[in-house]
């Protein structure tokens, strides 16, 4: 079945980076889109930005152009995010998702996602 | 970019009632417009896309409805399983895939 495992929770003091996989399995890596969403505790759902996993490219909300890299490794069909200088605001659950493109285009299946905490 | 509002923010509900949840977009989204369920401690799940079509796997009691900038989830007769929190998403700006900010569900 299709699934999207990521690694486990960091974490990390303010200014430094932190980097989240999410292995693909279940389906053909390269011929889906990637997807990074995060949620921040008590919150909405915020999306930072997509990987075509075939030729690597990417594209990122404006919110995070600068500090967030998303980069794809496709001989272990994994995907990573990985995000700089990172502040206490950035406390969130990070979730990967696939996009599917049929008549629209929605988010099937998400990672299990994973916790990410800024503190000194 | 395209904003997303949804309304009631929270809701209180009992076994059985009928919920409605609207969703809007700032701008036309034609039917681009996909509900998604959370639990606490999960990760959403896709409930509906295209505004009306039932993911497989999801219980009929959920519906959508709606086009252009205004949008509905129904759900017929609320069941335990379903508190949680919905999101609309739209899908129209790729690759901006813009939420909703959410409406909880929970137990009168």
């Known amino acids: 079945q299709v699934q999207l495992v990521q690694s486990g929770a960091e974490v990390k003091k303010p200014g430094a980076s932190v980097k989240v996989s999410c292995k693909a399995s279940g389906y053909t890596f390269t011929s889906y889109y990637m997807h990074w969403v995060r949620q921040a505790p008590g919150q909405g759902l915020e999306w930072m930005g997509i990987?075509?996993?075939?030729?690597?490219?990417?594209s990122y909300a404006q919110k995070f152009q600068g500090r967030v890299t998303m980069t794809r490794d496709t001989s272990t069909s994994t995907v990573y995010m990985e995000l700089s200088s990172l502040r206490s605001e950035d406390t969130a659950v990070y979730y990967c998702a696939r996009e599917v493109f049929g008549v629209v285009h929605w988010f099937d299946p998400w990672g299990q996602g994973t916790l990410v905490t800024v503190s000194s | 970019d395209i904003q997303m509002t949804q309304s009631p923010s929270s809701l209180s509900a009992s076994v059985g009632d009928r919920v409605t949840i609207t969703c809007r977009a700032s701008?036309?989204?034609?039917?681009?417009l996909n509900w998604y369920q959370q639990k606490p401690g999960k990760a959403p799940k896709l409930l509906i896309y295209?505004?009306?079509s039932l993911q497989s796997g999801v219980p009929s009691r959920f519906s959508g409805s709606g086009s252009g900038t205004d949008f509905t989830l129904t759900i017929s007769s609320l069941q335990p399983e379903d508190f949680a929190t919905y999101y609309c998403q739209q899908s129209y700006s790729t690759p901006i895939f813009t939420f909703g900010p959410g409406t909880k569900v929970d137990i009168k």
């Open positions: 295209a505004a009306s």
């Open positions: 701008q036309s989204i034609s039917s681009y």
């Open positions: 990987i075509n996993p075939s030729g690597g490219s990417t």
